[in-house]
């Protein structure tokens, strides 16, 4: 017998181990019962319902989608919202006669016949579970389906909530766009087939908070189909809500001042490194995505050659230009390799060894200060100083000040940009290293690269002495019942360590640009000081004989005696920064200050 | 330690070895009775050459002397963490899970041989000439040899496997004679560490747990799953509904009907009758092995007998109460009669190292 070995029936063993033998073997046995047990209250109390159930009918699941969280700006304003849309879905399980009902839904609705045997073929042929075919029906076409309803068994129109964008290109690449779930993103398992999901910017980023939890019900349906009861029912559960730092006002007066330029613009809350706008150019309409683009709509989209899928503002980089004297000026007075009384020859060209660098404009400026300088943009004044300041520490300078680093937003993609490896000990130049690439780096140019967003986070630590903030684009996430889901404070990432005096001299230079018959002219605003730099970004291959295809900056803070944003503006082939960029940032700062509209505890 | 004594071979249990085949040729049948057409003949040929191979496994674990074994433990412990590790570097992705290491025509699932070595690694380790299971540093090396398995596994991720780890843990504990009160302030931290984990997670990886937790990937679609595993199971009734009428299955109602769910499909055909038959089967093999680990002379056969049966009995209760409603749904196959080869082979070689021990309990 099986329990001869314990002695069971003689009481407890003696041997320690196999009493406790025993006792394991009394809890299999007891789990063995339970189970029984069930068996039992299954097959026998129950048997007959269930076998009922499983005879006459059973159980379909009728999946309803949770509604996507809603993203608003810094004052409360819907950047994204939510509207019930009409999806047409087929239950292959319940379509008897497949080629017939097909043919007819793709007459009826003028969908070609491939996309519907597509969209089933993915699925077992006895799958209860809806597959979404085509999402954003028009009443017109629901219509349709319902009057044919009883031709086209399987056919069920179900209601989804959609993403509806108060308008369709605004803020693009910071919200992202939400689409079906791709093969890829299925096998990974987070998600079903048929599900919507963030595919980029903020939708993506933060798609687990926004997606909810998808609800159904589970009926009880007749031989033909028809539902006869709810069994069960889970209420979807709707996704989190979102506050971001953007302010809807400014981005709307960002992106028309921007109009039709590619390029981009970034403007920053000095006082938090909160991102209130930022644009890259050309953008694409968010609510393609939802309805039904076409294959042959997103290839366009994917292949345009102005890359409207790319955001320029942190996942392009470009030669700073001028914009970069302002890092060799702090390198040069914080060294004290210069004083501000110093001056330097501002010639039409500057001679090194066999090689002639031009200025920008073919004439010579006399001795100049560091003040004029910079106010006037002199190249050849600057070749000077780099070569006088050294490769080491301008690369140094350029670090501290966060180029060359991602500045650490949560957007997928953001670009690190490039400042030269730091030479090696005792000076030593990086292999390959000439003195004319010192030149070219002293005014921006050569082997330097910087992100719109960089240039945004460098003007800040200008504006505030110092300051080196982590852009911060999600201020809360918060779950319908009100609940904190999760939260990110202002950080500082790093401090730029000048001298008050290097910072004052900087600042006051900047004021000059724009307020003292400098390059940054076309920036100056009636009421608002802005100090500012211009930089024109040579594209590597091009001479200057072909300066309209150079890349226009302006990097701007206001106002100038108590700074509170920072504006940054791209054009690509735009030309001169002060041309082609600094008007554009003088409309954007005039949007933000004098045209203001009454939104409440608005900061900017 | 090949030299085969004669004496081995009177001593098989032909008892216990027949039952399991029995289950075995029961789970032939159901696969084969799911699909009978060619297309079900494949899964039934490849199962069977599987249990060719697992006869074979059985035959060489029962033929080594497992005291043998027992004393390589640390190096097929080492291998089998290892294992695990390459299935990270290395391994197949299913459908968001990373189990599989391929190699060659078929695909080798480390966390099910794992399981084996784990337990022939916790004998070794609350054996040892060394060890003393009332001592902490034996309690603790025997945690640590669960923890880092137990953490590989869940991450692949497969939380049924790595849970069933757990009781076969706890078994082996009481049974090499850990204190009582030790074993429950284990136990009770344990279970202190669940919650901890649940307010240490974010929202959304709660959310995972759930999916972890249920293989169909959404709590909609696994109620529905239990829904019809039972309606499968009721609707067989007392004499069940043979192979024709069994429309739950044969319909393909049933989720994982060849694998995780075997045992609905067998109860919707054969009713109350042959599940009760097909339960019985499972508790004599539990009784026989710990019946064997109490009739085994030194520690080492106590413990590994005990071990495997511990192993062999938690994955038929948890795979049987899921399927029957009872319990959460984690992929955990049903011994013997789930379609799937690592799972085959590796219980029947659990069997072997049983009858291994039985066999040489009277020399």
Known sequence: MALKGFGAGRGAPRDPFRRRLLFLTICALTGFLVLLGQLWYLQVLEGARLHDLSERNRIRVRPAAAPRGILFDRNGLALVDNRPAFTLSLIPREMEDRGTVLARLSVLLRVPLAELTEALARVPPDSFMPVRVRRGLTMEEVAKVEEWKLELPGVVVEVEPQRVYPSPRLGAHLLGYVREVSEDQMRQGRYRRGELAGQSGLERLLDEYLRGRDGGEEIEVDAFGRPVRVVRRQEPRPGAHVATTLDRHIQEVVERAMGNHAGAAVVLDVRSGDILALTSSPAFELDHFTGALGREAWLRLVRDPQAPLLNRAIQSQYAPGSLFKIVVAAAALQEAVITPFDRLRCAATFQLGARTFKNWEDADWGELDLYHAIVRSCNTYFYQLGLKVGMEPMARYARAFGLGAPTGLALAGEKAGLIPELPGPKGKRPRGWKPGDTVNISIGQGPVLVTPLQVARMMAAVATGGILWKPRLVQRVEAPDGRLLYSEPSQMTGYVDLSPAVWAFLQRSLWGVVNDGGTGAAARLPGIEVAGKTGTAQIVTNSDARRGQDHAWFAAYAPAQDPQVVVVVLVERGGRGGQAAAPIARQILYGIFLERVASAGGSG | ?363
């Open chain 2, 1 to 363: 330690m090949f030299r085969f004594d004669r004496r081995l071979l009177q001593n098989v249990d032909w008892l216990l070895l027949a039952s399991a085949l029995a289950l075995v040729a029961l789970g032939l049948l159901t696969l084969w009775s799911l699909s009978p057409g060619r297309q079900g003949s494949g899964v039934v040929w490849r199962q069977l050459s599987w249990l060719g191979v697992g006869l074979l496994a059985l035959a060489a674990a029962a033929s080594v002397d497992y005291r043998n074994l027992v004393r390589v433990a640390p190096a097929l412990y080492v291998v089998g963490v290892g294992l695990l590790l390459t299935v990270f570097l290395f391994g197949r992705a299913v459908s968001g899970a990373r189990r599989w290491l391929p190699l060659g025509p078929v695909t080798l699932q480390p966390a099910e041989l794992f399981k084996l070595l784990f337990v022939i690694t916790l004998a070794w380790a609350l054996t040892a000439r060394w060890a003393n299971p009332r001592s902490r540093a034996t309690l603790a090396s025997a945690l640590g040899l669960l923890v880092v398995p137990f953490v590989l596994v869940v991450r692949q991720p497969d939380l049924g496997t790595a849970l069933v780890l757990v009781p076969v843990f706890f078994a082996l504990l009481f049974g090499a004679g850990v204190r009582l009160r030790e074993l429950g302030w284990l136990g009770l931290a344990g279970l202190a560490g669940t919650p901890l984990a649940w307010v240490v997670l974010k929202e959304y990886q709660r959310e995972r747990l759930f999916v972890y937790l249920n293989p169909f990937r959404d709590p909609l679609g696994s109620a529905y799953n239990v829904i019809q595993s039972k309606i499968a199971i009721g609707s067989g009734q007392f004499l069940g509904k043979g192979v024709v009428g069994a429309t739950q299955s044969r319909l393909a109602f049933l989720p994982e009907r060849h694998t995780d769910f075997i045992f609905a499909v067998f109860a919707e055909m054969w009713g109350f009758v042959g599940a009760l038959l097909v339960l019985v089967g499972y508790a004599f093999l539990i009784l026989r092995g710990f019946e064997i680990a109490g009739r085994a002379r030194e520690p080492v056969g106590r413990l590994l007998a005990l071990g495997v049966t511990a192993l062999l009995g938690a994955q038929t209760l948890i795979n049987l109460g899921m399927v029957m409603g009872l319990l959460p749904i984690v992929g955990i196959p049903l011994p013997l009669m789930s379609y799937g080869g690592s799972s085959l082979v590796i219980t029947l070689m659990a069997l072997g190292l049983l009858l291994s021990v039985r066999m040489r309990q009277s020399l």
